[in-house]
């Protein structure tokens, strides 16, 4: 039987959420709610189609409440690009996040990262800045992790071939809608 080209790509997926580990995102939606649930802010960060999927889990989580009825205070670093592109000029781009955590990120936060290679740079310096600074980080990895596996405090890895954006992406943003609607009260 020849599978058609969509029938491929669906496997791919399935394939990278057969292996999916369950536990590690049931300690995600804990970590979650722990920060949810103690007032502290989410701060959200991805380059590329990550950062558009960093941005769009911000604005889900914040149309969301807490255990009390509060809205949860969800930031995406992405989406200021003045300020992005600021810090990327006088700083260098390898900053262009942790700068933003460094003036308004606190004790308890937590950082959510979302990236396919798990190598970027300044996803790498975000993450260091955060546990220097009592925050927490949750990483969303793809291909074998890369180095923000490791250095994150927990990790949702969706195991996918290296180079295979696509796949790790959708993933990932199939990830955050679950993770929000855990915290929506309606639909």
Known sequence: MNLTP????????????????RISLENSLM?????????SRIWIA???GS????SHFATDLSRCTN???ALIKAISLCDNSGLMTAIGNDFGFDF?????????????????????SGNSRNLLVAME????????????????????KDLADISIHVPTEIGDYGVAEDAHSILCHFLSSQFRTNS
């Open 6 to 21: 969509i029938d491929l790509y669906l496997n791919r997926i399935n394939f990278a959420f057969a292996k999916l580990n």
């Open 129 to 148: 800045w955060a546990k220097d600074n009592g925050v927490k980080v949750l990483a969303l990895t793809g291909f074998s992790g890369g180095k923000v």
């Open 67 to 69: 255990s009390n009825g």
């Open 51 to 54: 950062a558009a999927t960093a």
């Open 96 to 116: 262009i996040f942790s700068r933003q955590l460094s003036n308004s990120a606190i004790f308890g936060d937590l950082l959510v990262v979302l990236t396919a």
């Open 46 to 48: 991805g380059n590329g």
């Open 31 to 39: 970590v979650l709610r722990e920060t949810i649930d103690s007032g």
